[in-house]
């Protein structure tokens, strides 16, 4: 589209139809040309007015309507950053395995009153090991299915799980397979004249045991 400027030029004579002494036809072409042209202008300037009667000079912009307060920021797909170079040279193994998991058990007083009472083993396990780790972890090593694990946090800073055995197996029995009964009273096996430590006995035996021991030793130091 020619703007008024242009057709300027078609409104004068030009040096070279001054020069040619065009006349006639071509004169005729020219004037032909520039009337469609501004015709052609007329037209598109008619359009425009008729759009902005229609709608308005200033068009009404919609506006999403937001009924909750939150703002949610919309999902983008993220890709995987593709590395020209590896960032590591060796191959990383993974270590957190079920003995990262499970430290080792617990065989306190309270704990084996517990395993006695509530048919509950007591475990140390990794600040960051979660339930079901726990879980997995107990039938790899231990080979029962636990029922249900509880964790806490002491005020030292260590995680304390307590798993559940399941009621057709016993927890005392898996606790002597481990070893918790063995070591459970290390202060009373370290008596001179009686050792106890190749005994795997029930707990209320091991506190008869004791009994006996700490008699004894007194009678040793008197």
């Known amino acids: 589209d020619l703007n008024d400027a242009d057709f300027f030029f078609f409104k004068q004579k030009t040096a070279y139809e001054m020069q040619r002494g065009l006349v006639g036809s071509e004169m005729c072409i020219r004037d032909r040309d520039y009337q469609y042209c501004k015709g052609k202008m007329q037209q598109d300037k008619a359009k425009k007015v008729k759009k902005a009667v229609k709608k308005g000079v200033k068009a009404i912009r919609k506006h999403k309507v937001w009924t909750k307060v939150a703002f949610r920021r919309p999902k983008t797909k993220t890709q995987l950053v593709k590395h020209k170079v590896k960032t590591v040279s060796y191959q990383k193994f993974q270590t957190y395995d079920k003995y990262a998991i499970i430290k080792h058990p617990l065989s306190s007083e309270s704990a084996i009153r517990t395993i006695e009472d509530n048919n509950t083993l007591v475990f140390i396990v990794d600040m960051n090991a979660n339930k079901n780790q726990i879980k997995t972890a107990c039938e790899q090593l231990y080979s029962f299915k636990p029922v249900k694990v509880n ?72």
Not at 198 to 209: F, N, R, S
């Open 151 to 222: 964790t806490l946090i002491r005020p030292d800073g260590i995680k304390k799980a307590y798993v559940k055995v399941p009621k057709e197996q016993e927890a005392l029995e898996i606790a002597n397979k481990i070893g918790i009964m063995q070591c459970s009273f290390p202060h009373i096996f370290t008596s001179s004249t009686v050792s106890y430590t190749h005994l795997t006995l029930p707990t209320k035996a091991q506190v008869q045991i004791s009994v006996v021991a700490v008699s004894l030793k007194k009678k040793n130091t008197n």
